[in-house]
């Protein structure tokens, strides 16, 4: 198997590597904490015993990456689904903000390109917005968008998948209109030369020029969608999703779970890639592309 | 020179200026041509030389800043907007998402063809450039002769009388070349199309050519006109005869003549 070997080992022993400087650094930071125990329990416990005893703390500061792995495992795979301490369920609540999301802002960043590429007027008027959008932090528009569209009646699902829309029209829009202007200069002649009409260009040769970086642009969209969807949890008093887990857990100092819905989040953000980078290769051999 | 049929392409006083960062830069000057049905008119000389761009301006896809052209009778747009003619480019210009069974139908697509006659377009001229059977295939699993074969398929596939092709095998190899010359060739007697052929490549301007237009740079204007005495029939081995190597050594000596200013 040469994916084993050129993908699996290589990012292995980097995931290894980050382990070990976990392990080192989870003792070293929960290390004051624990001579103050000690101390105030009056116990000297040698070298040994002293680092199993930072790395099994209930609210540690930096908790070890098994004591994550098993709140992670036991929230997943342990807890029925429908409880809401269920890491599953929380993911679902937020991967259904993140999909919506992101079908949006694909949608609306395909029709930005497609604008900005036939209309000239919109090139220099609309691009520079689109820039300025993404400077904006988007935590501070967040509880905005939550708060004015609650006061015209809309809560829930759709506020939520806004925030994720907003962060990830930007690289579709960018991509695609990228994408549209792909064409080489003789195959943009060809259909010059064939009288085609701009719709006939725009339709047999832009669009499918375009699919490559559709795809990539949907894989950082994707991500992005899902950063947007936590973000939006957060100012909302989300009472579900890995949004609200993060502030549950900073709230009542649960470091473990903070942790354990971070690596629920990353999981999730992985799997959309993945998916989102299947589908790319899949539309890619059906229009004939040369096997990598 | 004497020709019969009415002209495909009559161009008088023809120029062509580009404006550039570097001041214009005077691509066609003076450009009188006529090109009778049934020609297969080659355009020779070095780069830079303006051959490309008179094929360009024929085709409409340049427009002239001075003097007249006309093809089928039309301006060029009006020729390009009646699908008067095919074109050739460099470089294959594939389209990479479609088999070349698709890419021979774009065209046919864009003129609104029934499904049923496409189809029979499709047949004849694949055949005609001998890729039958690799209807299904995508252009990067063909090499580049094939490939070019069947963006001369395509551009049959349109057919118009008129055939541009601007160094269609500049890119190939010696031998594949030669194959290819041969076949437009056949190609041509068999279709009876006007062919107007731009190359650099002498033997192949004298091989293939009724008539050898001689151009040189700076500014880009026609130097020489060379009628060719070859006969119709032409096998390879016509390349080795005296009379072949009289017209190419004409075509030599035009070619010195257009650059002789220089030395």
């Not at chain 2, 139908?105 to 377009?121: D, H, N, V, Y």
Request: glycine share 8%; hydrophobic share 45%.
């Amino acid at each position: 198997m040469d994916s084993f070997r050129d993908k699996i080992v290589p990012v292995t022993s980097i995931l290894a590597g980050v382990v070990v400087v976990w392990y080192i650094m989870a003792v070293i930071l929960n290390a004051p904490f624990q001579r103050d125990l000690d101390r105030r329990a009056g116990e000297t416990p040698d070298i040994v015993e002293f680092i199993c005893k930072t790395m099994s703390q209930p609210k540690p500061t930096l908790p070890a990456p098994h004591q994550v792995a098993v709140n992670f495992f036991e929230n997943t795979f342990l807890r029925s689904v429908t409880s809401n301490r269920s890491l599953v369920y929380n993911a679902w609540v937020t991967l259904s903000s993140t999909l919506l999301g992101f079908a949006f802002g694909t949608a609306l960043g395909i029709v930005i390109a497609v604008g900005i590429v036939h209309v000239a007027t919109l090139d220099r008027s609309l691009m520079p917005w689109i820039i300025a959008s993404q400077t904006i932090p988007i935590l501070a528009v967040a509880p905005m968008i939550i708060v004015v569209l609650a006061a015209i009646g809309i809560t829930g699902l759709i506020p939520k998948a806004l925030i994720s829309t907003y962060l990830s029209f930007f690289p579709v829009a960018v991509g695609m209109v990228k994408g549209l202007r792909s064409p080489e200069l003789t195959h943009l002649d060809l259909m010059h030369t064939y009288n085609a009409s701009p719709s006939q260009t725009f339709w047999k040769l832009r669009v499918p020029a375009s699919v490559p970086f559709l795809f990539t642009s949907m894989k950082v969209a994707v991500a992005a969608s899902l950063v947007g969807a936590i973000v939006g949890e957060l100012p909302t008093g989300a009472v579900a999703g890995i949004g609200a887990k993060l502030l549950a857990g900073a709230y009542y100092s649960q470091t473990i779970d903070i942790w354990s819905a971070l690596v629920a989040g990353s999981v999730v953000a992985a799997l959309l890639v993945m998916v989102v980078g299947i589908a790319g290769r899949i539309v890619d051999r059906a229009m004939g592309g040369r096997p990598a | 020179m004497t020709i019969a049929s009415p002209a495909v392409v009559s161009a008088s006083k023809l120029g062509l200026t580009f404006q550039t960062n570097d001041g214009p830069v005077q691509a066609l000057s003076n450009v009188d041509l006529t090109i009778g049905k049934g020609e297969f008119v080659s355009f020779i000389g070095p780069s830079g030389c303006g051959k490309t761009t008179l094929l360009r301006v024929i085709a409409d896809l340049e427009k002239p800043t001075s003097g007249t052209i006309s093809v089928n009778g039309m301006t060029p747009e009006q020729a390009r907007q009646s699908r008067a003619y095919g074109y050739v480019f460099q470089a294959a210009a594939l389209y990479p998402w479609r088999t070349i069974e698709r890419n021979v139908a774009l065209p046919l697509e864009i003129m609104g063809l029934s499904k049923a006659e496409q189809a029979a377009r499709i047949k004849r001229t694949l055949d005609l450039v001998n890729l039958s059977g690799f209807e299904q295939k995508y252009p990067w699993q063909l090499s580049g002769g094939m490939q070019q074969r069947a963006s001369i398929a395509r551009a049959l596939a349109f057919d118009a009388d008129l055939l541009l092709m601007d160094e269609p095998f500049g890119a190939l190899d010696e031998i594949v070349r030669d194959h290819l010359n041969e076949q437009l060739l056949e190609l041509w007697e068999r279709t009876n199309k006007t062919i107007c052929f731009v190359t650099h490549s002498i033997p192949e301007a004298v091989y293939l050519s009724t008539r050898i237009i001689v151009m040189s740079p700076r500014p880009g204007r026609v130097s020489d006109v060379i009628e060719s005495t070859l006969p119709k029939q032409r096998p390879l081995d016509i390349r080795e005869t005296p009379e072949f190597l009289a017209i190419a050594a004409r075509v030599r000596d035009g070619l010195r003549a257009g650059h002789s200013y220089e030395d």
